[in-house]
């Protein structure tokens, strides 16, 4: 990514792009422009007077005058007119292309702005006048406005919703996203659980630094062991083993079969064999890189060892990086299913670089998303919910982020951690909370036992697709709430049906660690965001949910 | 253990006789009795005063008198005159042997109750005066007097050293042993640990409660996995799977080969393969039945299964009770040394039943009698150790509790899990104190796996011997400290020496898991008692102290 020079801030009126604006200005000591503002001063009338006098085509002239102006500046926060982005002329190499050049679109819902825009206009009086407040039905015009601009909206390096988000909140975020650009500043999570603590960096080219952080963890400790896998290890495992040198470790490299079949006895007898068998001491550090199945053993490896080593989470697959590797559940699988053994152990330290997904075969990105898109779904119900933004966020950045385009990647992953963390953090042993992040899992898990044809992550978005019908059964959500997912779930490419059989993925079921007193506890998505926990779910309901994503010629 | 009527206080004048009797008495509600103050009511002068006028036999008649009417009483509290026991005659069936009759002898240092009777003297004035503190050197009369009336003290059912512990401290604890043996009162023990807290239920018959024990700590639990050995399980798991029942559990039993066979990687595969194969839910249980090794391998299977279930820790051994069952360590074997696999996980609920120690073998309970030395020696570096009585307690009541005798034995085995669970909550993952627990397990465990001729208490045995060698040849103790530990490990019939070559042990030293960036750190007794930690030990040294345990034919 270039370093970032300036920002750009687009979105129709009401977004708030001028407060946002002058508070990423302040925040990074650079300087704001407002478009409308200049051309105001420079013309010596309003915005509505000039659209009244000389026409939108006059006012659209001067205004990409006034951005390509601004463009040309460097250390600046620029504020856009709301329509200036249309204008195909200012995308170009010497505008809104310019290198070092960070736009962002601030998404605002038609009705949030129209009440914002109204608000204002009572406070400030007529030289704020806007014609869509003027006639009849502001919210449905704005909607149209909003929709005719949005494929210029989606230019932008990321959107961010700001329906929920106070304009101090937004331009905090801008000014972490331009500050990593530009300082390689990794903003840190901190997830503080009852078993311990755990600190999370989230930054493109954070592998490079993986031995200068786990250093300023552990100040004395020598060896580290690096579990990988033998598709991720050839990939990153020299570049670990080097920062790590760097940082005064001795690493050695502990290579396992990709795939589940790590994931068991016989593989967490292997990864003993070699640290035991290398003498690791109590302040030596396992190093887990790769993806869930690598965490998932290193890290049981590392809770077990000695009843317990230093453990770093690299995480190289999406889910890894916004799911498996923070919260502290490590484990293997038994032939009663998986995950049943393990144990709960904080990773005093996660490293999660997302330019190492690069190198993701693109059915494991895509499974990735389907962890994203249920932190979305359950956001409301978690703590500090009340944003309520996922959603909107995936909805409006599908096409970067199914592009891995920074620094909206970086940004989603950021996001996702420090919801799983916040929740991990108030309900460690999921004794309440933390069973929210098993949406989709009831009837996912069973579905990817089923037939292990799908990856984790697909099987998860069927049973997403499943729970959420069987909760619009049960009426605490409606057909909107089924469609919403279906189609952010087809944006991200996660499927819509598999082949297994429905008796199969039933009595598999019946398996799941997550039963109190032999019944299954459900949790199913609400009207309006968040979701609650149900053990009223009727056999024939469930049949019913799993017939909309099993292919019924398997029988 | 018959129903206790009354108290008799015996030991020599300045043990506090008189102060905690009257304690007691309060505690208990029931009345006193003073011989001596029974004795100058009726015959109008002071004890000093007889003596020196009708002499001594006219006073033993008297005394022996006032004490036989007083055992002829119930719900009293008796404090005799210091010499009073020393007549063979008061032991009979109408006098201490009467049943119901807890005799407590108050054992106290010739030096500690000159000092008390002084200070007594000068606060009360004449009427105190003692003929003891009149002459010449009343120490070394005192402790002429003292080892005199020694056999007459060792009569008693129970010794208490009190240089170190007030009156209303050894009242409580007095008080504690006639309520649990009349109310079957189970004074609990709670240790709060930073990943949990552990409930500790310490009585004779208290195996037949652990049912409800169980349900008080899990209202809602249905069943329960009895998980021990297949020389404990006969014994004792029918009992214990019927007090199960009875509060309304469905036990199921899981019965593994007797023998450190069992804590293996496949040993735990079997346990898990019971446990998940049948179904188990996070809010079921799992009961430890056994000796260490069921309580090493079960509370891991516990730990781990379903990242945590329930746990009882149920030990059916003297180690188990004053040791292993107590502070959250589990785990298994590995090829590369013992216990390198495992977990720290706090049991909530421990019951530990001294009765069952009567069908251990001779050799096992000799062996359990290590780790309750090995408290006594670091005691003065622990919590509240400057009590530090635990030496003074084991070296009094040896034959009372190599034959298991009550209440000394429960009284023993209390104290020592007390003092485990105070330095568990004070650092639960041996960071600091919990590392003085390992005082003779550096070269034990060696020495242990050296040969696997020796149990693990014996063992540790000549792990102490050999450390507390090395302390005198660093300089932190003296020869006496040698001498008085190998007089209390001889005295519990712990061994002197074993056939092990030299070389092997110091090559298993090696592995120990509790290196520290590759240097052996030591626990090592120090004059006066406690342990401390260090470093700098020659290897000459150990060879030299390693010699003195091992039988030098053996190369």
Chains 1, 2 share one sequence.
Not at 152 to 162: C, E, F, K
Not at 218 to 232: F, G, N, S
Not at 420 to 431: C, I, L, P, Q
Request: with cysteine; proline share 5%.
């Amino acid at each position: 990514m270039p370093l970032v020079e300036r920002v750009v801030l687009v979105g129709v009126s009401g977004s708030g792009k001028s407060t946002v604006g002058r508070a990423v200005a302040t925040g990074l000591g650079w300087e704001t422009v407002d478009t409308d503002a200049t051309i105001e001063t420079a013309q010596g009338r309003s915005v509505p007077e000039l659209f009244a006098t000389a026409g939108e085509a006059a006012f659209r002239g001067w205004e990409r005058a006034a951005l390509l102006a601004a463009i040309a500046r460097s250390r600046v926060v620029i504020a856009t007119g709301g329509g200036a982005v249309t204008d195909a002329a200012v995308w170009g190499p010497d505008g809104l292309g310019r290198a070092g050049t960070l736009v962002v679109a601030l998404d605002v819902s038609p009705a949030v702005a129209i009440a914002r825009l109204t608000e204002q206009h009572r406070r400030e009086g007529a030289s704020t006048a806007r014609p869509l407040l003027a006639g009849a039905d502001p919210i449905d015009r704005m909607a149209a406005m909003k929709a005719a601009r949005q494929p210029a909206y989606d230019r932008a390096g990321i959107t961010l919703p700001v329906d929920h988000a106070g304009p101090a909140l937004v331009a905090a975020e801008i000014v972490e996203l331009v500050t990593a650009a530009n300082d390689g500043a990794s903003p840190e999570i901190a997830l503080e659980a009852p078993s311990g603590s755990s600190r999370i960096v989230v930054a493109p080219g954070s592998l490079g630094h993986v031995g200068t952080l786990a250093r300023a963890r552990w100040p004395r400790a020598q060896r580290a062991w690096i579990v990988t896998d033998d598709r991720v290890g050839p990939l990153h495992a020299p570049a670990a083993a080097a920062a790590l040198v760097e940082a005064g470790f001795t690493p050695e490299t502990v290579t396992v079969p990709a795939g589940e079949v790590s994931k068991s006895l016989g593989g967490v007898g292997a990864v003993y064999d070699r640290l035991l068998g290398d003498g690791i001491e109590r302040g030596d550090l396992v190093v887990a890189l790769g993806g869930g199945v690598v965490g998932d053993l290193a890290g049981f490896a590392a809770a077990t060892c000695l009843r317990g080593v230093g453990l770093v989470q690299v995480p190289t697959s999406l889910l890894a990086m916004v799911d498996s590797s923070v919260g502290g559940k490590t484990g293997i699988n038994h032939a009663a299913g998986k995950n049943l053994i393990g144990a709960f152990y904080q990773p005093p330290l996660v490293v999660a670089d997302p330019a190492l997904l690069a190198t993701l075969p693109e059915r494991e990105l895509t499974s990735g998303w389907a962890e994203v898109i249920k932190h979305a779904v359950i956001q409301a119900s978690t703590p500090a919910g009340e944003r309520n933004d996922l959603m909107p966020f995936l909805e409006r950045n599908a096409a970067r982020l199914t592009n891995l385009g920074e620094p909206a990647l970086s940004y989603a992953i950021r996001r996702n951690v420090a919801l799983k963390a916040a929740v991990v953090a108030a309900d460690e042993r999921e004794g309440g909370i933390r069973a929210f992040l098993n949406f989709g899992h009831t009837l996912g898990h069973a579905i990817e036992a089923a037939g292990y044809l799908l990856l984790h992550g697909e099987a998860i978005a069927l049973g997403m697709r499943a729970a959420t019908r069987i909760g619009a059964a049960i009426g605490i959500c409606g057909a909107e709430t089924v469609e919403r997912l279906d189609a952010v779930l087809d944006a991200y490419h996660l499927p819509r049906t598999t082949e297994a059989n429905a008796d199969a993925v039933l009595a598999l079921m019946g398996s799941d660690k997550k039963r109190e007193a032999g019944r299954q506890r459900w949790v199913l998505p609400v009207t309006g965001g968040g979701v609650c926990l149900r053990v009223d779910v009727e056999d024939g309901m469930v049949r019913e949910a799993l017939g909309a994503v099993l292919d019924r010629t398997v029988e």
